[in-house]
């Protein structure tokens, strides 16, 4: 209800019309090696659990295939009898592409030190021994993307480097903080346009895979134009094709864009007009762009999906500090609060 002013009153904002078993917000949550077990997926489902998310980068089939099998097996929280209404799904995160350093040598970290200067070369004799004055990056377009005052920012924003010169196959970078860096870490170009494909090799045989086994939802990462989607979605119909050709009425995987960078904020109405549903994810979104930036993409994310229809999910550091301790701080509860005030259809833990 409305007062003389227009604004909806507090009672009525807070006022959930339905049970809360019926939320209208739904929680997604990743089960790994620790929540995989009959027993505790069925006190998650219990629980609220409605979306099972495996992350493609660390599991592996085996494993995937038990969480799969363990969570279908699991009674809904609204089964009656010999009903079952589980509203329950799994949902396949793909490790999408990405841009690494190689090894450095000996597999041992090694130490950039402040002011000092690194080559970051696409050279591969460099691949399996980089050092602190020269390591390999896995990107070959790396010269021809980056320009002399570009960010180049290395395991995940810890490490922030600032090019200095170009040269063929290579960049010169000056060291703007001391940390170390291990082998295979990844890299970003903040606000640079790379050119990457929208599947990796080792995406499609994930794909394959899932949609072998009958997974409901495909969290693309990494999506930055509508031809992204469009490409992962032929690659999808080719797996069904391949494993579900005797079943006509089979239902293909809805395809969710992981929005995480610059480049997909600026093509973001393609992307949402070409995906079944749209993911924030904060973490390599807040890496790519400043951290303060990422709260207004973020409702305009919720917004635009909410206008036409289609699911969002917002994800990352959601109740984050949960991991170790019993309770969440009041920031935690105001950012997932935020996300439901705002219209998301589900928020995601990690």
């Known amino acids: 209800m409305r007062n003389a002013r227009g604004i909806v009153s507090a009672s009525e904002l807070y006022k959930n019309p339905r049970s809360s078993k019926f939320s209208m917000t739904k929680i997604v949550g990743t089960i790994g090696p620790v929540s995989e077990q009959m027993d505790m997926l069925q006190k998650l489902t219990n629980e609220g659990l409605r979306i099972m998310r495996i992350n493609f980068s660390h599991a592996e089939y085996d494993e995937a295939l038990l969480r799969v099998t363990n969570l279908r097996a699991c009674r809904g929280v609204h089964a009656e009898g010999n009903a079952q209404f589980n509203l329950r799904a799994v949902l396949h995160d793909t490790k999408g592409p990405e841009i690494r350093t190689g090894k450095m040598l000996d597999g041992k970290k ?13 050279d591969p004799d460099f691949e399996l021994k980089g050092t602190a004055d020269k390591f390999y990056v896995t990107y070959q377009q790396l010269a021809e993307t ?35 860096i291990g082998n295979r870490k990844g890299v970003n170009l903040p606000g640079l346009i790379v050119e990457l494909p929208a599947l990796s090799d080792k995406d499609k045989r994930d794909l394959d895979w899932g949609v072998k086994h ?18 992962i979605r032929s690659f999808v119909d080719t797996c069904i094709k391949k494993h579900w050709a005797d079943q006509p009425n089979y239902i293909a995987p809805k395809i969710i864009s992981k929005v995480e960078n610059l ?82 259809d589900c928020v995601m833990l990690s």
């Not at 701080?329 to 950012?335: G, N």
């Open 146 to 180: 980056v320009k002399v005052g570009d960010t180049v920012l290395l395991s995940d924003g810890l490490i922030r480097l600032t090019c200095t010169s170009v040269g063929k196959g290579e960049i010169t970078c000056e060291i703007n903080n001391t940390e170390e």
């Open 263 to 344: 480049e997909g904020i600026q093509n973001f109405e393609e992307i949402l007009e070409a995906s079944d549903g749209v993911m924030c994810a904060r973490g390599d979104l807040g890496v790519e762009v400043p951290a303060q930036k990422v709260l207004t993409y973020q409702k305009m994310m919720v917004d635009r999906c909410n206008a036409v229809g289609k699911p969002v999910i917002v994800a990352t550091q959601m109740l984050e500090s949960m991991q170790n301790n019993p309770r969440p701080t009041r920031a935690e509860v105001s950012d997932v609060g935020n996300a439901v005030l705002d219209g998301a």
């Open 110 to 122: 090694i130490k950039l030190e402040k002011g000092k200067s690194v080559v970051l070369t696409t």
């Open 214 to 231: 009958d997974i409901d939802f495909i969290a693309a990462s990494f999506i930055r134009k509508a031809s992204d989607v469009h490409e």
